[in-house]
């Protein structure tokens, strides 16, 4: 602490990340990525833009990221978007949801958001002095969407939900979209290529939707940095405004070029996200045969606990062991971990220290 802060800074309360070990051959089970390397064509766009000399680094990157826009409009083809949907401008999804917060959020009125959710959410209302009112899950972990019929200034949901891995289907999506045109609804499809419904088909039907992505699960490019949001032009024109009034070049040309060739790679998105999703029902059931309740995901990641074993406890002893989870001193998620779906082989190494923890 200190006089020199702006006042309101001594109120912050910073999100804090799952650890990023500095040492390696840890089984790293704990923030989400992708156990998979991103698509070659992303690395060989990533060389290409660099090129042997770096030249093309001397020059500022397009504050716009056209290219990259393009490119997700072309990757939801289906959805008939054009490039006025699109804002890509931020650095990584978080900052995507930053803008989002101060520029659509900020009305006066509490926004409203689930009990249990990414707990960024929370975090950007008291940067930007937003209220929240916080809408319980019902026991089995569901957002009920009839919880939400209350006047608001917004509402955000993650979608499947973080860290539940619970899906909202669709219907459920448009209802709230339709009883709440008066504010924005944003759904966070951080983990939809896992098994959920994306919302993008309905933005056209709704001006209040905002859905949001990132390119660092699916495509497994934490690293980069990449989120975006889809929507009517009249939400992604408030983003640029923000954006253009707090960096007007957020995304370097590496993580552009990167990026959109990643988006291009259909193939190699669906050869991963199933075989993220077919180790997932199989550690699912490994995790189950050794008495885990194990909610059912369609994100990369199941939540679970075990009836007569203290989580904090679990997750402390298979970190001795080289294997490191989430779990959130939270009420109500307390005895729950949460466990990012690694490779086949991390998961039978997560499985016999799990077993040998509990003989
Ligand atoms: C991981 C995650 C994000 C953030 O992703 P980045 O693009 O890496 O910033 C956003 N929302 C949820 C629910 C997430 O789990």
């Given amino acids: ?56 680094l001397r020059l500022y990157p397009d504050p716009n990221a056209d290219c990259l826009r393009q490119a997700v409009v072309e990757c939801f083809a289906e959805f008939a978007l ?39 959410y929370p975090v950007y209302c008291g940067l930007y002095g937003i209220d929240s009112v916080r809408i319980p899950l019902d026991e089995r972990f569901a957002i009920r969407v009839d919880d939400y019929a209350r006047s608001n200034g917004g509402i955000v949901i993650a979608n499947p939900n973080a860290p539940t891995g619970h899906p909202l289907p669709l219907g459920d999506v448009e209802r709230l979209a339709a009883a709440n045109l008066q504010s924005v609804v944003v759904i966070d499809e951080a983990y939809v290529d896992f098994g959920g419904t994306t919302a993008i088909g309905l933005i056209h039907r709704f001006p209040n939707l905002l859905v949001t992505r990132t390119l660092s699960k699916s495509h497994a490019l934490a690293g980069l940095r990449i989120g975006y949001a889809i929507g009517d032009p009249a939400l992604i024109e408030a983003l640029d405004r923000v954006k253009n009034s707090f960096n007007s070049f957020p995304l370097d040309r590496v993580a552009i070029a990167g990026a959109a060739a990643a988006l291009s790679d259909r193939e190699y998105l669906e050869k991963t996200r199933r075989a993220v999703m077919r180790s997932r029902a199989a550690l699912t059931g490994h995790l189950e045969r050794l008495g885990f309740d194990v909610l059912p995901s369609a994100a990369n990641f199941i939540f679970v606990r075990h009836p007569r074993r203290d989580a904090a406890d679990l997750a402390a002893q298979l970190r001795q062991r080289g294997i490191i989870v989430r779990h959130f001193k939270q009420p109500r998620i307390d005895q729950h971990l949460r466990i990012t779906i690694g490779t086949d082989a991390q998961c039978d190494l997560l499985v016999a220290a799990l077993k040998e923890i509990l003989e």
Avoid: C
Wanted: glycine share 6%; aromatic share 10%.
């Fill in 82 to 120: 054009s490039a006025a949907h699109v804002f890509v401008a931020g650095n990584g999804s978080d900052e995507v949801l930053a803008h989002v917060f101060m520029a659509l959020l900020r009305h006066g009125q509490p926004i409203l958001l689930p009990d249990i959710s990414y707990s960024f």
């Fill in 1 to 56: 602490m200190s006089h020199y802060w702006s006042p309101f800074v001594h109120s912050l309360t910073p999100y804090v990340p799952g650890e990023q070990p500095k040492f390696a051959n840890l089984v790293k089970l704990n923030t989400n990525e992708n156990p998979y390397p991103p698509s070659p064509r992303a690395i060989a766009a990533m060389r290409r833009e660099i090129g042997d000399d770096g030249a093309s």
